[in-house]
């Protein structure tokens, strides 16, 4: 197996044919102004070492050095050496509140942009835990399934919005279900579910899931974002806010943030509730729960370490541009003898 670590570099590879054409011209100007000069026959008198064959060598020896020049920069890995990696953690997964009171402006820039920063911030201090990612409102859906990949799993945390799920309203007790399908049995590990929400629930059903995750030895940890005075929920159109939502009777709506729904679901657990407002409290927290857990072995696997290549490439680069600079355009007697290029009927 191989890989090409930079291959736009090939595009370098145009160098060669615009070498050969700038030979050429150069070639045919230099044979026109020593037909001017002299004659064939008396410029082999004047110069009876000149040789027709040395300069073309020169230029495939040149053209060589920059093709293995090139392969050089492009460095191509082979993987040749098999590598066991034993990881120990964690499995988290992040079950991040999309509804649309999500969208109140309590917390800056608001309470959905606020839980994918802290996410995000928890994802930077994370090392060899596994982490899975489930977005929820009246229902919810996977995002990212249980991963070491922090990279992929950030990339899908920014897609999150309100608008990825039709059926509104906020059923905690959905994330929570949905959540607890993303942990192996087969790789027994400590399980948590990192609950990130403003604690509205209109289906009352959290707690019995909460009871059920607990019976599978999962663990949840609730953070609540907002304010518990409030705010409304904005309606905007190309970023500008043009009202804000209304219940039946025309009022405004205002979305308080429920500590006591998501304190009651961590407690059903073994958990614990945190305020998530203020990202370096929570990243203290979140250290303290991991650093206390005990962590199992969830991973053994083999992969390929590539080994770099460009090695040999540069040094073909060097060793062709050394003969070429040594090789003059004169003949070498001991091959003029060998007349192997039928250079001595030329004159």
Request: glycine residues 4%; neutral net charge; hydrophobic residues 45%.
């Amino acid at each position: 197996m191989y890989q090409l670590e930079e291959s736009a570099f090939f595009i370098l590879i145009i160098i060669i044919p615009i070498i050969w054409i700038g030979y050429f011209f150069v070639s045919r100007w230099k044979k026109n102004k020593q037909e001017k000069f002299a004659s064939n026959f008396l410029m082999n008198y004047l110069s009876p070492n000149r040789s027709k064959f040395k300069p073309a060598l020169k230029l495939i020896f040149l053209s060589m050095s920059f093709v293995c020049l090139i392969f050089a920069l492009v460095n191509p890995k082979i993987g040749t050496q098999l590598e066991a990696i034993k990881r120990e953690g964690v499995d988290i997964v992040f079950a991040v509140d999309v509804s649309k009171s999500m969208l109140a402006e309590d917390v800056a820039p608001n309470r959905l942009e606020k839980s994918k920063r802290l996410v995000s911030a928890i994802l930077n201090q994370l090392v060899s835990d596994r982490v899975g990612i489930v977005a929820y409102a009246a229902q919810a859906i996977p995002q990212v399934p249980i991963t070491t990949d922090y990279a992929s799993a950030k990339m899908f945390l920014q897609s999150l919005n309100t608008e990825m799920l039709s059926s509104q309203g906020t059923a905690l007790e959905s994330a929570i279900d949905l959540a607890t399908t993303f942990f192996n049995d087969e790789d027994q590990t400590n399980r948590v579910i990192f609950l990130i929400s403003d604690g509205e629930d209109h289906f009352d059903k959290s707690y019995e899931s909460a009871e059920k995750a607990s019976k599978l030895g999962v663990k949840i940890f609730t953070f609540g974002i907002g304010s518990d005075k409030g705010a409304p929920i904005p309606i905007k159109k190309n970023g500008v806010i043009e009202s804000y939502k209304k219940d039946f009777e025309g009022e405004v709506v205002i979305t308080k943030k429920n500590s006591v729904v998501l304190k009651k679901i961590a407690e059903v657990t073994g958990g614990l509730y945190q305020d998530g407002n203020d990202t370096n409290v929570v990243l203290k927290f979140v250290s303290e729960i991991l650093r206390d857990m005990e962590k199992k072995e969830f991973e053994a696997k083999k992969f390929i370490s590539y080994k770099d290549r460009f090695q040999p490439f540069l040094m073909g680069a060097l060793f062709f541009l050394i003969i070429d600079l040594l090789l003059f355009e004169t003949k070498t007697k001991w091959l003029q003898k060998l007349n192997l290029f039928n250079e001595n009927n030329n004159g």
